[in-house]
Each structure stands twice: as structure tokens, then as C-alpha cells.
């Protein structure tokens, strides 16, 4: 089992940049391959980015696909997402998950593959 716990959220001006840690426990987060959702308000919660065990495979949904980076440190515990080039449609509550995998290059962009979830991170970036 994992825990998550997401940081790095806050008020920013549309153009400029956040960048979000998720801290896992355990010492088997290199078994877990990781993803990045969001939900804004009154609307269903939707796929950001996903990375692999190793990190060497990542997957980003088309809307931030060029602005947004997945990235992780396994001896850190740790999941990045860094965003650039905000915009005011990026306002969410920000969702770190896992899933545990044996298969190094899996990702997945379905929220119902992922067997663990953090607590969110606000991001609200003004115009």
C-alpha cells in the first residue's frame, strides 16, 4: 500500500509556472507507475499526465501536451508535474494516483486503473 501526499499548489498569473510534488510512503515506489489528474469545478474528473515505473515512458493529455512535464525521482519517493505556460482553463484541483505494476512500461490515462489516490492540490490560475 501507498500513501500520497500532493504540494506545490497556489494563485498564479495566467503564462507563468507551477510545479507539483506528489511524496509516496513505502519503500516499493519504484513498483508504482504514477499519473496526474485534475478536476475543476461542476466537471468530471480528467487525465493530466502519466509516467511509468521507471520514468522512462510518459503519456500527457493532448491539452497540455508542449506546456506540462511529468517527471520522477524514485529515490526521492517522489512524482513531479511541472507546468508552464498556464491558462486560466488549467484552474483545478490537482490528484496524484498509483497503480502498482510489474510491466516497466505502463502508463494509463483511465482513472479507474489507478488503485491510489492523494488528498489534491488547488491550482487556480487568474487571467
Known amino acids: 500500500q501507498v500513501q500520497l501526499v500532493e504540494s506545490g499548489g497556489g494563485l498564479v498569473q495566467a503564462g507563468g509556472s507551477l510545479r507539483l510534488s506528489c511524496a509516496a510512503s513505502?519503500?516499493?515506489?519504484?513498483?508504482?507507475?504514477m499519473g496526474w489528474f485534475r478536476q475543476a469545478p461542476g466537471k468530471e474528473r480528467e487525465f493530466v499526465a502519466a509516467?511509468?515505473?521507471?520514468?522512462?515512458?510518459?503519456y500527457y493529455a493532448d491539452s497540455v501536451k508542449g506546456r506540462f512535464t511529468i517527471s520522477r525521482d524514485n529515490a526521492k519517493n517522489t512524482v513531479y508535474l511541472q507546468m508552464n505556460s498556464l491558462k486560466p482553463e488549467d484552474t483545478a484541483i490537482y490528484y496524484c494516483?498509483?497503480?502498482?505494476?510489474?510491466?516497466?512500461?505502463?502508463?494509463?490515462?483511465?482513472?479507474?486503473?489507478?488503485?491510489?489516490w492523494g488528498q489534491g492540490t488547488q491550482v487556480t490560475v487568474s487571467s
Open positions: 494516483a498509483a497503480v502498482y505494476k510489474l510491466g516497466v512500461a505502463y502508463t494509463s490515462s483511465s482513472s479507474y486503473d489507478y488503485d491510489y
Open positions: 513505502g519503500r516499493t515506489f519504484s513498483t508504482y507507475a
Open positions: 509516467i511509468s515505473r521507471s520514468g522512462d515512458y510518459t
